[in-house]
Protein backbone atom coordinates (compact mmCIF):
# COMPACT_ATOMS: atom_id res chain seq x y z
CA UNK A 1 0.00 0.00 0.00
CA UNK A 2 1.09 3.33 -0.67
CA UNK A 3 2.67 5.43 2.45
CA UNK A 4 0.45 8.15 3.79
CA UNK A 5 1.62 11.98 5.23
CA UNK A 6 -0.74 14.16 6.68
CA UNK A 7 -0.11 16.99 9.41
CA UNK A 8 -0.30 16.26 12.94
CA UNK A 9 -2.76 19.12 13.62
CA UNK A 10 -4.39 21.90 11.99
CA UNK A 11 -6.70 24.63 12.69
CA UNK A 12 -9.83 25.97 10.94
CA UNK A 13 -11.97 28.92 11.98
CA UNK A 14 -16.07 28.19 12.06
CA UNK A 15 -17.62 29.05 8.65
CA UNK A 16 -14.31 28.96 6.62
CA UNK A 17 -13.31 26.18 4.13
CA UNK A 18 -10.93 23.43 6.18
CA UNK A 19 -8.03 22.24 3.48
CA UNK A 20 -6.79 19.24 4.80
CA UNK A 21 -3.52 17.77 2.63
CA UNK A 22 -2.67 14.59 2.47
CA UNK A 23 0.75 13.62 0.46
CA UNK A 24 1.04 9.97 -1.34
CA UNK A 25 3.81 10.27 -3.79
CA UNK A 26 3.79 6.27 -3.95
CA UNK A 27 0.70 5.67 -5.09
CA UNK A 28 -0.17 2.91 -7.46
CA UNK A 29 -2.37 3.93 -10.69
CA UNK A 30 -5.31 1.01 -9.44
CA UNK A 31 -5.15 2.43 -5.79
CA UNK A 32 -8.04 4.80 -4.32
CA UNK A 33 -8.05 7.74 -2.31
CA UNK A 34 -10.56 7.27 0.89
CA UNK A 35 -11.27 9.78 3.77
CA UNK A 36 -12.55 9.05 7.02
CA UNK A 37 -12.77 11.14 10.40
CA UNK A 38 -13.17 10.53 13.97
CA UNK A 39 -14.85 12.30 16.12
CA UNK A 40 -13.83 12.33 19.99
CA UNK A 41 -14.72 8.24 21.35
CA UNK A 42 -16.85 7.24 18.30
CA UNK A 43 -15.63 4.60 15.36
CA UNK A 44 -14.57 6.81 12.27
CA UNK A 45 -17.03 7.66 9.65
CA UNK A 46 -16.27 7.38 5.71
CA UNK A 47 -16.45 10.78 4.07
CA UNK A 48 -15.24 10.66 0.42
CA UNK A 49 -13.14 8.46 -2.31
CA UNK A 50 -11.69 9.25 -5.23
CA UNK A 51 -9.62 7.71 -8.01
CA UNK A 52 -8.43 10.40 -10.36
CA UNK A 53 -11.33 12.73 -10.59
CA UNK A 54 -11.89 15.45 -8.17
CA UNK A 55 -14.92 14.07 -6.23
CA UNK A 56 -17.97 16.12 -4.22
CA UNK A 57 -20.37 14.89 -1.97
CA UNK A 58 -22.70 16.55 0.72
CA UNK A 59 -20.15 15.88 3.46
CA UNK A 60 -16.95 17.53 1.63
CA UNK A 61 -14.86 18.00 -2.06
CA UNK A 62 -11.71 15.77 -2.37
CA UNK A 63 -9.01 17.45 -5.62
CA UNK A 64 -6.68 15.04 -6.37
CA UNK A 65 -3.87 16.33 -8.08
CA UNK A 66 -3.11 15.20 -11.59
CA UNK A 67 0.08 13.29 -10.89
CA UNK A 68 -2.19 11.65 -8.09
CA UNK A 69 1.04 12.37 -5.39
CA UNK A 70 -1.08 14.49 -3.28
CA UNK A 71 -4.74 15.16 -2.33
CA UNK A 72 -7.10 17.52 -0.76
CA UNK A 73 -9.87 16.97 1.59
CA UNK A 74 -12.14 20.30 1.54
CA UNK A 75 -14.82 20.76 4.17
CA UNK A 76 -16.43 23.82 2.60
CA UNK A 77 -17.81 25.42 5.33
CA UNK A 78 -16.53 23.94 8.49
CA UNK A 79 -18.52 24.14 11.71
CA UNK A 80 -17.59 23.14 15.38
CA UNK A 81 -18.74 19.66 14.66
CA UNK A 82 -16.26 19.23 12.29
CA UNK A 83 -13.39 18.95 14.78
CA UNK A 84 -12.27 15.46 14.49
CA UNK A 85 -9.29 13.09 13.33
CA UNK A 86 -9.13 12.86 9.57
CA UNK A 87 -7.81 10.26 8.20
CA UNK A 88 -6.35 9.37 4.21
CA UNK A 89 -5.67 6.30 3.27
CA UNK A 90 -4.68 5.23 -0.09
CA UNK A 91 -6.00 1.10 -1.01
CA UNK A 92 -6.49 -0.76 -3.90
CA UNK A 93 -9.98 -1.68 -2.20
CA UNK A 94 -11.32 -0.41 1.47
CA UNK A 95 -10.43 -3.93 2.86
CA UNK A 96 -7.63 -4.23 5.32
CA UNK A 97 -7.42 -0.46 6.33
CA UNK A 98 -4.37 0.94 7.44
CA UNK A 99 -5.40 4.13 9.59
CA UNK A 100 -2.59 6.09 10.48
CA UNK A 101 -2.45 9.22 12.81
CA UNK A 102 -4.22 11.14 10.89
CA UNK A 103 -5.19 14.59 11.01
CA UNK A 104 -6.41 16.50 13.95
CA UNK A 105 -8.64 19.37 12.95
CA UNK A 106 -9.77 21.90 15.58
CA UNK A 107 -12.48 23.97 14.53
CA UNK A 108 -12.90 27.23 16.31
CA UNK A 109 -15.25 29.47 16.95
CA UNK B 1 -31.37 -0.51 10.32
CA UNK B 2 -29.22 -0.46 13.58
CA UNK B 3 -26.16 -0.64 11.66
CA UNK B 4 -23.23 -2.09 13.62
CA UNK B 5 -23.57 -2.74 17.06
CA UNK B 6 -21.15 -3.50 19.97
CA UNK B 7 -21.34 -5.47 23.33
CA UNK B 8 -20.44 -4.75 26.09
CA UNK B 9 -19.94 -0.83 25.72
CA UNK B 10 -17.07 -0.56 28.81
CA UNK B 11 -15.25 -3.70 30.37
CA UNK B 12 -13.02 -4.21 33.39
CA UNK B 13 -10.90 -7.57 33.25
CA UNK B 14 -8.30 -8.72 35.36
CA UNK B 15 -4.72 -10.54 33.60
CA UNK B 16 -5.95 -13.67 32.66
CA UNK B 17 -9.45 -13.77 32.38
CA UNK B 18 -10.98 -14.56 29.29
CA UNK B 19 -14.17 -12.88 27.48
CA UNK B 20 -15.86 -12.42 23.85
CA UNK B 21 -16.59 -9.22 22.50
CA UNK B 22 -19.61 -9.31 20.64
CA UNK B 23 -20.36 -6.95 17.48
CA UNK B 24 -23.47 -7.78 14.74
CA UNK B 25 -24.58 -5.99 11.93
CA UNK B 26 -27.68 -5.82 10.04
CA UNK B 27 -26.75 -4.79 6.37
CA UNK B 28 -26.28 -8.26 4.90
CA UNK B 29 -22.35 -7.24 4.44
CA UNK B 30 -19.99 -9.86 3.86
CA UNK B 31 -16.89 -7.82 5.01
CA UNK B 32 -16.34 -7.51 9.09
CA UNK B 33 -13.48 -6.79 10.73
CA UNK B 34 -11.88 -5.58 14.27
CA UNK B 35 -9.50 -3.14 14.86
CA UNK B 36 -8.32 -2.01 18.28
CA UNK B 37 -6.97 1.75 18.94
CA UNK B 38 -4.69 2.88 21.94
CA UNK B 39 -4.68 6.10 23.26
CA UNK B 40 -3.43 8.96 20.76
CA UNK B 41 -3.17 6.19 18.43
CA UNK B 42 -4.62 5.53 15.12
CA UNK B 43 -6.98 1.84 14.43
CA UNK B 44 -4.88 -1.31 14.00
CA UNK B 45 -6.53 -3.85 12.57
CA UNK B 46 -6.56 -7.17 14.00
CA UNK B 47 -8.90 -9.73 12.56
CA UNK B 48 -11.09 -9.85 9.58
CA UNK B 49 -13.79 -11.93 7.80
CA UNK B 50 -14.76 -11.93 4.10
CA UNK B 51 -18.12 -13.79 4.58
CA UNK B 52 -19.13 -16.69 6.76
CA UNK B 53 -16.59 -19.24 7.74
CA UNK B 54 -13.65 -17.34 6.39
CA UNK B 55 -11.41 -15.43 8.44
CA UNK B 56 -7.87 -14.35 7.94
CA UNK B 57 -5.23 -12.11 10.18
CA UNK B 58 -4.68 -8.44 10.24
CA UNK B 59 -2.11 -6.38 11.72
CA UNK B 60 -1.98 -7.30 15.38
CA UNK B 61 -3.84 -10.71 15.92
CA UNK B 62 -2.00 -11.74 18.41
CA UNK B 63 -3.94 -13.34 21.67
CA UNK B 64 -7.11 -13.13 19.63
CA UNK B 65 -9.38 -15.24 18.14
CA UNK B 66 -12.04 -14.94 15.87
CA UNK B 67 -15.14 -17.06 13.93
CA UNK B 68 -17.56 -16.07 11.65
CA UNK B 69 -20.73 -18.57 11.80
CA UNK B 70 -22.90 -16.25 10.50
CA UNK B 71 -23.09 -13.05 8.08
CA UNK B 72 -24.14 -11.09 11.35
CA UNK B 73 -21.67 -12.09 14.03
CA UNK B 74 -18.57 -11.72 13.72
CA UNK B 75 -17.15 -11.94 17.78
CA UNK B 76 -13.73 -10.97 19.09
CA UNK B 77 -12.14 -13.59 21.73
CA UNK B 78 -9.40 -12.93 24.34
CA UNK B 79 -8.00 -15.86 24.77
CA UNK B 80 -5.98 -14.53 28.13
CA UNK B 81 -6.27 -10.91 28.92
CA UNK B 82 -2.98 -9.13 29.23
CA UNK B 83 -2.50 -5.27 30.60
CA UNK B 84 -1.46 -4.76 26.55
CA UNK B 85 -5.00 -5.54 25.55
CA UNK B 86 -6.13 -2.48 27.47
CA UNK B 87 -7.58 -0.64 24.29
CA UNK B 88 -11.12 0.82 22.54
CA UNK B 89 -12.29 -1.99 20.26
CA UNK B 90 -13.89 -1.17 17.02
CA UNK B 91 -16.19 -3.63 14.67
CA UNK B 92 -16.65 -2.65 11.41
CA UNK B 93 -18.60 -4.14 8.62
CA UNK B 94 -18.31 -2.70 4.88
CA UNK B 95 -19.84 -2.21 1.42
CA UNK B 96 -17.29 -1.00 -0.79
CA UNK B 97 -16.65 1.80 -0.58
CA UNK B 98 -17.74 2.12 2.99
CA UNK B 99 -16.82 0.96 6.02
CA UNK B 100 -19.51 1.29 8.71
CA UNK B 101 -17.91 1.52 12.29
CA UNK B 102 -19.81 0.56 15.64
CA UNK B 103 -19.77 2.56 18.91
CA UNK B 104 -16.81 0.58 20.68
CA UNK B 105 -16.00 -1.21 23.05
CA UNK B 106 -14.10 0.07 25.98
CA UNK B 107 -11.56 -2.60 27.75
CA UNK B 108 -9.56 -2.21 30.72
CA UNK B 109 -7.13 -5.23 31.87
CA UNK B 110 -5.77 -5.11 35.19
Known amino acids: DAKTTQPPSMDCAEGRAANLPCNHS???????VYWYRQIHSQGPQYIIH???NNETNEMASLIITEDRKSSTLILPHATLRDTAVYYCIVRVDNNDMRFGAGTRLTVKP | NAGVTQTPKFQVLKTGQSMTLQCAQDMNHEYMSWYRQDPGMGLRLIHY???????DQGEVPNGYNVSRSTTEDFPLRLLSAAPSQTSVYFC?????????FGPGTRLLVL
Open chain 2, 49 to 55: SVGAGIT
Open chain 2, 92 to 100: ASQKWPTQY
Open chain 1, 26 to 32: TISGNEY
Open chain 1, 50 to 52: GLK
